[in-house]
């Protein structure tokens, strides 16, 4: 019936799905999680080997700002990225949140 907006329609599928799924994502600590879980987050992920703590100890590139939300939302996007970059992933007890913005500032890069 509508020959030019069925064509539109299976391109969209083709061209704009792809992007979606290409695009970088990054998990942080979400405003609402109090410090006392962030620490809970930095201490399960360093402690347990989960991830590479280093750049958030002192004399690391992440250390500063030096409060538990910097810190763990390096550790929690460390984690997020290796471990499938999943929602689950990146779920830390609902203290997690996925954004689309890079959060990496001066030194310290988010991968």
């Known amino acids: 019936?509508?020959?030019?907006?069925?064509?539109?329609f299976l391109l969209s599928l083709v061209v704009i799905q792809p992007l979606h799924i290409l695009a970088k994502t990054w998990c942080v600590a979400a405003?609402?999680?109090?410090?006392?879980?962030?620490?809970?987050?930095?201490?399960?992920?360093?402690?347990?080997?989960?991830v590479?703590?280093?750049?958030?100890?002192?004399g690391g590139v992440c250390y500063e700002p030096n409060t538990p939300t910097s810190h763990a939302s390096f550790v929690m996007n460390d984690y997020y990225q290796n471990h499938g970059s999943t929602e689950e992933a990146c779920d830390f007890n609902h203290t997690g949140q996925i954004i689309s913005g890079d959060p990496s500032y001066?030194?310290?890069?988010y991968t």
């Open 52 to 58: 590479d703590c280093a750049k958030i100890n002192p």
């Open 1 to 8: 019936m509508f020959p030019q907006l069925k064509l539109i």
């Open 106 to 109: 001066r030194r310290c890069r």
């Open 31 to 50: 405003a609402s999680a109090t410090d006392t879980q962030l620490q809970a987050n930095i201490d399960w992920a360093c402690n347990e080997g989960k």
